[in-house]
């Protein structure tokens, strides 16, 4: 129990309230806006008062960072939504022998099969995963 209460007395570990993002403005309904920025790993919306949104200048605007976080998400979470465990080595070696891509030289011959399997795959997944 101590320990517990030990743990409870450290600080926990806050971003500065005054921390500002750029956002760009997507639309505006009402009092609410939809905006985005780029988040730790790939661009993110968020839907934000309006009245949360400083300088803004077109669609550009700076948005406090407590206030995106707390911001309602948009769209869907697609990395953990989509199941590439079917891009294994034995699945794209089959698809490759299937297009006639036996050796390294059947593959510079045809680099356009490559691309044409990625395509197909990903689009594969892609539709499985909002069936």
């Given at each position: 129990?101590?320990?517990?209460?030990?743990?409870?007395?450290?600080?926990?570990?806050?971003?500065?309230?005054?921390?500002t993002i750029q956002v760009r403005i997507v639309s505006i309904s009402g009092q609410s806006a939809?905006?985005?920025?780029?988040?730790?790993?790939?661009?993110?919306?968020?839907?934000?008062?309006?009245?949360?949104?400083?300088?803004?200048?077109?669609?550009?605007?700076?948005?406090?960072?407590?206030?995106?976080?707390?911001?309602?998400?948009?769209?869907?979470?697609?990395?953990?939504?989509?199941?590439?465990?079917?891009?294994?080595?034995?699945?794209?070696?089959?698809?490759?022998?299937?297009?006639?891509?036996?050796t390294e030289g059947d593959l510079r011959l045809h680099d356009n099969v490559v691309t044409r399997?990625?395509?197909?795959?990903?689009?594969?997944?892609?539709?499985?995963?909002?069936?």
């Amino acid at each position: 129990m101590a320990e517990r209460e030990d743990n409870m007395n450290e600080p926990d570990a806050i971003e500065p309230a005054d921390t500002t993002i750029q956002v760009r403005i997507v639309s505006i309904s009402g009092q609410s806006a939809l905006v985005e920025f780029q988040g730790e790993i790939s661009l993110e919306r968020r839907y934000v008062p309006v009245n949360q949104l400083d300088q803004r200048d077109g669609d550009a605007a700076l948005c406090r960072q407590d206030t995106l976080d707390l911001g309602i998400v948009y769209g869907i979470p697609w990395a953990d939504k989509l199941d590439l465990s079917i891009l294994t080595p034995a699945y794209l070696q089959a698809e490759l022998r299937r297009r006639g891509v036996w050796t390294e030289g059947d593959l510079r011959l045809h680099d356009n099969v490559v691309t044409r399997i990625a395509v197909n795959s990903l689009g594969r997944i892609i539709f499985e995963c909002i069936k």
